[in-house]
């Protein structure tokens, strides 16, 4: 079946055009608007970067319009390289299109030309990190994916012993191939012989992952080691923030840190009517996700005497979630400290804001 691409009718081109683009997996459909917004041309191309770059050549600098999605990273840098206007646009902030009656391919172009047309800022675009970035990135998320099958494993492997009525001994991950193998029932080992030995063969991989990170910040991303000078933040967290904000003065205030992460309550106002909701999630998950457990261990028993455990702790409400509410917040302020310690330079001081102590 032949398919028309973008270009193919010779269409009349200016810097005001808009092209909407609804990419999937394997085809991508596009929609033209004129100047005046009128439909110019409907079509379709596969979803690979050959037949992209040939089908958008025939046009100028315009204006792309496209979802977020696992294609648009690559997607928008090729067409960017290309002197096109490229906005991402955010999943969340196009309901018009997840939410319609007559949802299709065609029709999710054509909305997407139109929002891009009328106001991007409707579409609260994304600004997708680079290459490099994205590469060094992709490490830290199969070391969590890595972390997560272990865990699973681990936890698969307690559950089936306790349904033949026994337990476990407590131990760390790392050590528990070693720990428990002689706990298990006579009848089980068969079973989960096995999944020992992949747990400790996916504690291999995970340490060399993580030897791994730690030279890449060394290596590449020295500015790390302003931001593991606060207890509990290492390596991995340290890399995930700088790969995540990459570029730390497009924040004009470190408080913008928070909403950025999701790491603040969503707003609901109408009247005197303002209800405490819980917090946006948006953001990248992995990095919101190293912030709390940082958290966790600054408010912890073996937390470090500091400022933002004290604060912290006095800050912390009673009632039911308040546990959590007071992690989330030091996290929150502790990627603002990570923020100012990267821009600033500054050399860390756990108990900068503490009342000194009157002289003896």
Partial sequence: MSQRTAGSRGVSVSPATTIG??????WSAFCVLDEMG???ERGRLRTRAEE?????????????V???GTHSPWLSRLLRARGHEVIVANARRVRL????????DRTDAEQLARLGRLDPGLLSPIRHRGERAQRDLAVLRARDCLVRSRTALVNHVRGAVKAFGSRLPACSTESFPQKVKDSIPEALVPALAPLLETIADLTQRIRAVERAVVATCERDYPETRLLRQVPGVGPITALA?????????RFTKSREIGPYLGLVPRRRQSGRSAPELRITKAGDRQLRRLLVGCAHYILGPFGP???LRRWGLSHSPAGRGARKRTI??????LAVMLHHLWVSGEVYEPLHRATPAPAA
């Fill in 305 to 307: 005497d500091c400022d």
């Fill in 241 to 249: 923030f700088v790969l995540t904000v990459e570029d730390p003065v």
């Fill in 21 to 26: 683009l609804d990419v999937g997996d394997r």
């Fill in 97 to 104: 299109i997840a939410e319609s009656d007559q949802k299709d």
């Fill in 328 to 333: 989330v917040a030091v996290a929150r302020r």
């Fill in 38 to 40: 009128a439909v110019a």
């Fill in 66 to 68: 496209l979802e977020v």
């Fill in 52 to 64: 992209v770059t040939t089908a958008f050549t025939a046009y100028g600098p315009v204006r792309i």
